[in-house]
């Protein structure tokens, strides 16, 4: 079993910055994983954020956070991090980060390739 627990949201300002975290821990959790960052908002489905393989050599983007958003990781301390700058209202949403055991060539977008989920941190975007 792997536990995820992401930190980091809050509330800013369009234009500003957050950097979320997520903790990973467990017996069966490897720094091979490919990790992702999801989002979703009141009364939408959840969709895909960022992903970064094991080596961070692999990273896949959602088309409009693209240049604003750089998902990175440490795996010395099994944790991946979110930055996000230039956040817009759009931005406003429960952000998941998930865990992908298998083994792909590039990080995936489909939230059905990841076995483990946090439980959300909140980020929240005002005009």
């Known amino acids: 079993q792997v536990h995820l627990v992401e930190s980091g949201g809050g509330l800013v300002q369009a234009g500003g910055s957050l950097r979320l975290s997520c903790a990973a821990s467990?017996?069966?959790?490897?720094?091979?994983?490919?990790m992702g960052w999801f989002r979703q908002a009141p009364e939408k489905e959840r969709e895909f954020v960022a992903a970064?393989?094991?080596?961070?050599?692999?990273?896949n983007y959602k088309d409009s956070v693209q240049g604003r958003f750089t998902i990175s990781r440490d795996n010395a301390k099994n944790t991946v991090y979110l930055q996000m700058d230039s956040l817009k209202p759009e931005d406003t949403a429960i952000y998941y980060c998930?865990?992908?055991?298998?083994?792909?060539?590039?990080?995936?977008?489909?939230?059905?390739?990841?076995?483990?989920w946090g439980q959300g941190t909140q980020v929240t975007v005002s005009p």
């Open positions: 970064i393989k094991w080596s961070g050599s692999s990273t």
């Open positions: 467990g017996r069966t959790f490897s720094s091979y994983y490919t």
């Open positions: 998930a865990a992908d055991h298998t083994i792909k060539a590039r990080a995936s977008m489909n939230p059905v390739d990841y076995e483990y």
